[in-house]
């Protein structure tokens, strides 16, 4: 059994902040004097002359304050004393309310850090974290990921950001479009990059909402993001080390569970990693996918690869994509592999055409800056290693081309795969027609125009009249250059074979050309 436990780091000692903020919620009126690196204390003491102060300790003086040292001590006074140390000076309230006040904080932090300590160590999740945390700062909290799933949110207010939802995973994320307009954002970009808590303003976008925010940090590598929204009660400042309290033991919730989270979902992920590689698939892992999924082998399937348009982003939205195409596309799996979001989807379940599914992708990757390519529809759950080869090439054109259109599919691309796979022996003009090549030479040499005539009048399906509209010369004139190919290289354009062979080689010598 793994015995959790709780890094000696996370203890919480108030400091004068979080003392002063008491304070101002009672409505007492005091005086602060307080630098942002104020100590924390464990406890406090009437000052009585003790001979040895201890650091960790608040010290309560009257009014004399005989031999304390102010300069150098903080301390809470019920008067005026004013030392250059931090302190806080209390106006109208006694000594002994003071101390009954100090002592009610004082066990409310402690009460805090207990119950936050009982959830690490007693398996409690995220979202008892967030509870917890919403009950002490009276205001809602929650938590997203590196990729804007959101792992805890125990309750949603009005005047909270709305969530999407994804059915496969169980979890709410950030909408998309938010997402994608966090990556165009300099102002979000910079956030990124804060070590401690921080505020996310009224005046910036999308939301007029006060918002402190904590990222979480697993020494160098970002994890995710602590929320609190401001909706209830104002943000105060001692509640920047609070909060920072709170994300360092959501990291230890997050190290202690990712071996258990989704597991299942993990599994899956496994499984559909090992059979795109064309690897063996161990029998009842594809039987239980199958039946958790409600699929069998026999189904149609089609596999889409998508993958940023920017190597290099500031912010990492694929999760978001992955969680959007996930709730659009029923029956559909989404996974990464080799740095690229594979979406798996079942047409025989999902009792959608193949072109409504692509009519689908295309407004999530142009909003999300992606670049998608799919393969033919397979008949069988076997054959999806050959499904992510056509979907890979598909992709691999999309990015070649860079045009309007963000996802191809690997019949928009057949062709160029036909024509590149022919190559792969033998060099174009090894491949291509020789007569079309003598057609080149000779126009080159010559100054006229018949590779372009035959090309036209091909693609034109010898059509006379089309072809001479397309290359604007008259009929007669079309006439009378086919005449002079046709005694130039003798080609039967009868012939059916001959006809596809010379438009291929049309292609092929095209794209070699560039």
């Given at each position: ?5 709780v ?19 009672r409505n007492?009126e ?48 019920s ?27 004082f ?18 999740d ?11 700062l009276k205001?809602?909290m ?6 804007f ?20 995973s169980d ?9 994608e ?6 102002d ?5 990059q804060?070590?401690?808590a ?7 976008y999308p ?14 590598h ?18 920047f080390?609070l909060a ?12 202690r ?5 989704n597991?299942h ?16 698939v161990?029998y009842t892992d ?10 069998k ?9 998508l993958?940023?348009q ?9 999760t ?33 055409s193949?072109?409504t ?9 142009r909003?999300?800056l992606?670049?998608?390519g ?10 999806l ?16 081309y ?11 691309c ?10 792969q022996?033998?060099?174009?003009d ?16 010559k ?7 035959l ?5 034109c399906e010898r059509?006379?009249?089309r ?22 290289v003798h080609l ?23």
């Amino acid at each position: 059994m793994i015995q959790n436990y709780v890094p000696n780091h996370l203890q919480l000692l108030p400091d004068l902040q979080m003392i002063a903020d008491e304070l101002d919620e009672r409505n007492w009126e005091f005086t602060l004097v307080c630098g942002s690196d104020a100590p924390g204390f464990r406890s406090f003491q009437i000052y009585v002359g003790q001979p040895v102060l201890k650091d960790d300790i608040l010290y309560i003086l009257d009014e004399t304050a005989n031999g304390f040292p102010v300069d150098s001590r903080p301390y809470i006074v019920s008067g005026e004393i004013h030392g250059k140390a931090p302190h806080i000076c209390v106006s109208g309230q006694p000594k002994p309310e003071l101390i009954n006040t100090l002592m009610t904080i004082f066990q409310r932090y402690l009460d805090f850090v207990a119950e936050m300590n009982r959830i690490v160590s007693g398996g409690g999740d995220l979202d008892d974290l967030c509870r917890v945390g919403c009950d002490f700062l009276k205001n809602p909290m929650y938590i997203h990921d590196s990729g804007f799933t959101v792992l805890a949110l125990p309750c949603h207010v009005f005047g909270m950001m709305g969530m999407d939802y994804n059915p496969h995973s169980d979890r709410h994320y950030i909408p998309l479009w938010l997402v994608e307009d966090f990556k165009l954002s300099d102002d979000y970009i910079a956030t990124l990059q804060k070590r401690e808590a921080a505020i996310w303003g009224t005046d910036q976008y999308p939301y007029n909402l006060r918002t402190l925010y904590v990222n979480i940090w697993d020494e160098d590598h970002y994890r995710g993001r602590l929320l609190i929204n401001e909706l209830h009660t104002c943000l105060t400042k001692g509640q920047f080390r609070l909060a920072e309290l709170v994300a360092d033991y959501a990291l230890q919730i997050i190290r202690r569970d990712e071996q258990n989270v989704n597991r299942h979902y993990r599994d899956f992920e496994d499984t559909f990693k090992t059979l795109i590689a064309g690897k063996a698939v161990d029998y009842t892992d594809m039987q239980m996918l199958l039946s958790v999924m409600g699929w069998k082998e026999s189904d149609r399937y089609v596999l889409s690869v998508l993958q940023s348009q920017d190597p290099r982003p500031a912010i990492t939205g694929e999760t978001s994509v992955q969680n959007q195409l996930q709730t659009t596309l029923p029956n559909s799996f989404s996974f990464f592999y080799e740095q690229r979001l594979c979406t798996v989807v079942n047409l025989t379940r999902s009792a959608m055409s193949f072109p409504t599914i692509r009519s689908k992708f295309a407004p999530i990757l142009r909003d999300s800056l992606m670049y998608g390519g799919s393969s033919f529809p397979i008949a069988g759950i076997y054959e999806l290693p050959t499904a992510f080869s056509q979907a890979l090439y598909a992709l691999e054109q999309a990015f070649r081309y860079r045009q309007s259109r963000w996802f191809l599919t690997f019949e928009d691309c057949a062709l160029p795969y036909m024509l590149s796979s022919a190559n792969q022996q033998f060099a174009t003009d090894m491949i291509a027609s020789p007569a079309l090549q003598f057609l080149r030479d000779h126009d080159r040499e010559k100054g006229t125009e018949y590779y372009r005539t035959l090309r036209c009048y091909l693609q034109c399906e010898r059509s006379i009249p089309r072809a001479s509209a397309a290359l604007i010369i008259h009929r007669t004139t079309l006439e009378y250059r086919l005449e002079k190919i046709q005694s130039l290289v003798h080609l039967d354009l009868e012939d059916e074979a001959l006809r596809l062979y010379l438009l291929l080689s049309f292609k092929m010598l095209d794209e070699a050309q560039g």
